[in-house]
């Protein structure tokens, strides 16, 4: 990519998002709309993010100025558009206005500018095709509020190039966010395919008295981890917006009770009301009544809807269900959903709504009819949506190999959860370790999480609060066993790690750190063991590991002031290597990377273990370990390799033999 100028139609919510995480990424940015006022309001959305950063120590004042600096705007559209590599339009989902829009902007574009639509559903086809470039039109569907929330869909339009779909997703990358490519231009794309039948499908089990509203969302709340149920969810987006999308959508069923709240403008949260009061906050949800509604209604619908997904060749199952966690905050995918509670039943349930409701939305997937015949049932048949025999299957984790520079990068992907760390995510870190120490192309893992929110927040207590005997004695010590016994595999791991830690670190998140290796910490990062905030202690080896690095004294002072630091202090005490700027972060974690993977293996292995197990023991003993691997190096070829760089004044190229 050659992208110095990014060009924002329109400075809404989503547009003058969209402009500040450009800038962010260091792109200049000009921002057009039709009037000063917008132009103005927009700025003043950008300034305060930018200054809600600063006072949590994210970011400094200079760098938000800096990047505020970097943000133009204009109510010329030439002077927006020109010399601009990429267009994002993001005015209000109105097809024609729409197409109004890019018969302007191409008046002005240099041939080679890339035209991009961040609309939530509208065909990028039809849009591509009333431009003179629709083989260089793609959408690029960031999500509300664009600064926070991770995922960006990168939509192909049936006339969109291979190159253009690429260069959308390197795009979304270089400005922090995670692309999930959806390959063919369907209703709703991915997230909102699935989303708006399943909020619409819960408002109407409300308007037939299925169950209260109540019921409803402690159900999924409480049962299943949502974060938010799916009416209330349904008023915080905007009950304008679920009506609009039925009007634009055939996937979306009839609503009659959606339809007399629009009309009555109780449209939710936004303003006061809608099927709940707002007027004093976030509506609270008993939790006595999680269990009184049966949420295979929502659920079902759901994964059949994802199945025809995969069967249209739109996205695999994994990307459906990175797109929902992201897009959605949902703890799993509908994907990882159906095949837990198993296809069998996901279908039973699927024939049974579609006899009581008949919209088609509901008909039940041929793909879904075809796997549950070949006995492809989901987790318990070994294959369903997803293969679970012969390979391991990671739901939580998301591996990238750099084969060309032998580093593999582990990032925990549960963007949704702050990347806690559930049972799950640890039998998935256990295994990925045991993979890539096998792996002859990789000589150095990097791990961080996903998103720029938080490394990882630690252990999952949310999740694992579900189920009042997770902290029962004996389950609670075989949690900590767990989690002591992964930590204590990536510390005896044999090829150098990194913890790249890109935000929040705290409890168990911190001890994971502190078994690897290096860490490097961003700035605006905290870290530290919380955990007696809780009334808990460390579990996963914390109050054996941070002694070791910042002294007794102060990891009593952490430990029991549970105090959670920046990357300043972090570096200052020796908790980690080094604290980095936001923009060089990724680029230090890298250089580390790169220099340590070409260095000796074998010597690095057996440094590694002479430190971490040789350290605390008797001088003496300690010795004695230290001569034991020197021994074994001297009769490496790596060794004669170095020693003959050395003298030849080259750099060495070693082998790991």
């Known amino acids: 990519m050659n992208v110095k100028k990014v060009c924002i139609l329109g400075a809404g919510a989503m547009g003058h998002g969209i402009a500040q995480v450009c800038a962010t990424a260091g792109y200049e940015v000009w921002v057009k709309d039709v009037k ?12 305060k993010n930018l200054q809600r950063a600063v006072s949590k120590g994210k970011l400094t004042e200079e760098k938000a100025k800096e990047i505020l600096s970097r943000v133009h705007f204009t109510l010329d559209m030439e002077e927006a558009v020109k010399d601009a590599e990429l267009v994002i339009e993001a005015v209000p989902e109105i097809m024609d206005l729409k197409k109004q829009v890019f018969a302007e902007v191409q008046q002005y574009a240099k041939p080679e500018c890339i035209f991009a639509s961040n609309t939530s559903g509208l065909s990028i086809t039809e849009l591509g095709n009333s431009t003179d470039r629709p083989e260089k039109f793609l959408g690029l569907h960031f999500f509300n509020p664009p600064p926070v929330m991770q995922l960006v869909e990168v939509i192909k339009g049936e006339k969109t190039s291979d190159e253009t779909i690429k260069f959308g997703v390197e795009f979304v990358k270089s400005i922090g966010k995670t692309p999930v490519v959806v390959k063919k231009d369907i209703a709703g794309f991915i997230v909102n395919r699935i989303l708006v039948p399943y909020l619409v499908l819960a408002i109407d089990d ?11 969302d402690a159900t999924m709340m409480y049962k299943y981890s949502f974060p938010m149920g799916p009416i209330e969810l349904s008023d915080f987006v905007g009950l304008d917006i679920l009506y609009h999308a039925g009007q634009q959508w055939d996937i979306v069923p009839p609503s009659k009770l959606l339809a007399e709240k629009y009309e009555a403008k109780e449209l939710g949260m936004k303003t006061g009301k809608g ?28 994964v059949n809807i994802a199945a025809d997904i995969v069967a249209m060749d739109v996205a695999d199952p994994k990307d459906i269900d990175t797109a929902m966690k992201l897009g959605t905050n949902m703890p799993k995918g509908p994907c990882e959903l159906g095949d837990e509670i198993g296809l069998d039943v996901i279908l039973a349930k699927v024939e049974e709504l579609y006899k009581e409701k008949g919209f088609e939305i509901l008909k039940p997937s041929e793909y879904l009819k075809k796997l549950v015949s070949e006995g492809k049932l989901g987790e318990k048949s070994g294959e369903g949506l997803y293969k679970y025999s012969g390979e391991f299957v990671f739901k939580n984790l998301t591996i990238e190999k750099d084969t060309e520079n032998r580093i593999a990068k582990v990032i925990i992907n549960r963007p949704q959860r702050l990347n806690a760390l559930s049972p799950e995510t640890l039998d998935e870190l256990f295994e990925v370790f045991k993979q890539l120490e096998k792996d002859d192309e990789v000589r150095v893992v990097v791990i961080t999480g996903a998103g720029d929110k938080a490394f990882s927040a630690g252990f999952d207590l949310q999740t694992a609060m579900q189920d009042p005997s ?5 389950n609670s010590m075989m949690i900590a066993a767990k989690g002591q016994w992964v930590f204590t595999q990536i510390e005896r791991f044999p090829k150098p790690v990194i913890a790249a830690i890109n935000g929040y670190a705290f409890g168990g998140g911190c001890e994971l750190a502190m078994a690897c290796d290096f860490r490097i910490m961003k700035k605006g990062a905290k870290i530290g063991l919380t955990e007696l905030s809780l009334a808990l202690i460390p579990g996963w080896g914390g109050t054996q590991r941070l002694p070791k690095l910042v002294g007794i004294a102060k990891a009593k002072e952490m430990i029991m002031l549970a105090k959670r630091i920046d990357a300043d202090e972090a570096e200052r005490i020796g908790l980690v290597n080094k604290a980095v700027e936001p923009e060089k972060f990724e680029e230090e974690v890298m250089a580390l990377a ?55 004044r080259r750099k060495p190229e070693f082998k790991g033999k």
């Open 275 to 302: 099927f709940y009061d707002w007027s004093a906050g976030r509506p609270k949800i008993p939790q006595e009544l999680a269990g009184k509604y049966d949420a295979l209604r929502l659920i079902a619908p759901m």
């Open 206 to 216: 409300v308007e037939k008295g299925v169950a209260t509203k109540e019921e409803i």
């Open 36 to 47: 000063q006022e917008f132009l103005d309001r927009g700025r003043a959305g950008i300034e």
């Open 594 to 648: 790169k220099q340590l993977a070409e260095g000796p293996p074998i010597s690095l292995r057996v440094a590694k273990y002479a430190i971490n197990f040789g350290y605390e023991l008797p001088a003496e003993i300690g010795q004695v370990i230290e001569a034991s691997y020197f021994g074994i190096v001297t009769s490496t070829q790596d060794v004669m390799e170095g020693v003959s760089a050395f003298f030849q």
């Open 470 to 474: 997770t902290l029962a004695p004996a």
